[in-house]
């Protein structure tokens, strides 16, 4: 499976971005589908993740009532939506990929795009 995010840009604080993830399957709706970051400095860290099944979701703390992690199976593409950023929300942005439920590290993801830079001044 190949993932391709964009949709990354610099936005002013208080504004919003929408970030796409392109997966490269025909079984693509099998798949949870993740987004994390890495802000500058720091470690990588989850962020949102739907369920294969597009029943379940799960959002950090941090992003949770801002951001909307959603998907269209017909275009194989998981998206975030990212309102109210704050110049915390600057990160790299990953998507990422695995069979089974949402898991919060990393490391139990098998398939990550190649990220996306969102930066968001003051």
């Known amino acids: 499976v190949q993932l391709q995010a964009s949709g990354g840009g610099l936005v002013q604080t208080g504004g919003s971005l929408r970030l796409s993830c392109a997966a490269s399957?025909?079984?693509?709706?099998?798949?949870?589908m993740s987004w994390f970051r890495r802000p500058p400095g720091t470690e990588q860290e989850f962020v949102a993740g739907l369920e294969w099944s597009g029943r379940r979701t799960s959002y950090a703390d941090s992003v949770r009532g801002r951001f909307t992690i959603s998907r269209d199976g017909a275009k194989n593409t998981v998206f975030l939506q990212m309102n109210s950023l704050k110049s915390e929300d600057t990160a790299v942005y990953y998507c990422a990929a695995r069979e089974g439920g949402i898991r919060r590290y990393g490391e139990q993801y098998v398939y990550w795009g190649q990220g996306t830079q969102v930066t968001v001044s003051s």
């Open positions: 399957t025909r079984t693509f709706n099998s798949y949870t």
